[in-house]
């Protein structure tokens, strides 16, 4: 039987002791987010803060650092495409082109509308779109998705995440102190919850006041958000690698090819697997929940390699415009719900 080298040996268990260290931090995070109150920020971000904490108080081997990074880097795209696990296109189909109609119309209006203010507050073009696409479609995982697509480094993802968590929970508060005075029927308050909110944690916390009728259209709407999150991110990517190309000097007129990234692909490819019923609902459920370790995991690995200094000097800006392009989502996606006649 061959034996391991010594040399192998050295490099195999502190690229394990990476990992295991950020699956700690991950499972930790999954259990503090089961807690009354912190069940609205959610694992993922509650992971990223737990890296960030940890990283503050306690030592992070050096050794261990490739472990981290793979976990941050390629766990992270596994964890996508199992996400996609979460999705059943059917439904989507099912609540009709109203509910597919908001649901665009929203994502394109805090698409342009945060990355404008973004811009407009001087913040860095790849922190103020995943600031936008945080806003826009679905949270950590869309912030997650759409970095590779714009290269954005590891402190600017940490940074839009973190803006996007805090956005979201206070949105999600101020939307529960809301519901008696919208005038909004169950529906309409779950449609507009699933249509403005940021994480899905959000959402559902956000239209518990409706009633089960709210929450179960507002998980329809916010998963038809995270649906398009496919075409979005390719689009993204797209525009980025356009501008890219102008900056380096290259001639504006030539085409740029559409890059599309892997494991949005695999997103797409596991929803239609969850769509036709290939997998047990119970199976498909336990894959969601793996897909979320593996994006914990990713977010752990994010916190760890990112000081606390980081926030303080890239945040306030894209905050406050992630801020003011959150009141003015909500206000048009109230008035799209009255539009269309869904209150």
Known sequence: MEKTSPEKKGTVLPFLLGIGLTLLIAVVAKYVAMLPLLSIIGQLVIAILLGMLWRSTLPVPERAHSGITFSSKKLLRWGIILLGMRLNLSDIIASGPKVFTIAAADIAFALLVVYWLT?????????GMLTACGTAICGAAAV????????????????????????????????TLLYPVLGLTEKGFGVFSGATLHEIAHVIAAA???????????????????????PVAILIGWWFQRHAAKQAGQNGDKRTSLQIPWFILGFLLMSGVNTLGIIPENVAAQIVTAAYLLIAMAMAGLGLNIEASAFKKMGARPFWAGFIGSILLSLFGFALVCFLRLS
């Open 119 to 127: 811009r407009l507050f001087n913040v860095d073009r790849k922190l």
């Open 144 to 175: 997650a998705a759409v970095a590779p697509q714009v290269k954005a480094d590891e402190k600017e993802t940490a940074v839009g995440v973190a803006i996007i968590a805090v956005l979201g929970t206070l949105f999600t508060l101020a939307y």
């Open 208 to 230: 518990a006041p409706g009633g089960q009728a709210a929450m179960d259209i507002a998980i329809i709407v916010k998963l038809t958000r995270v649906a398009l999150l496919v």
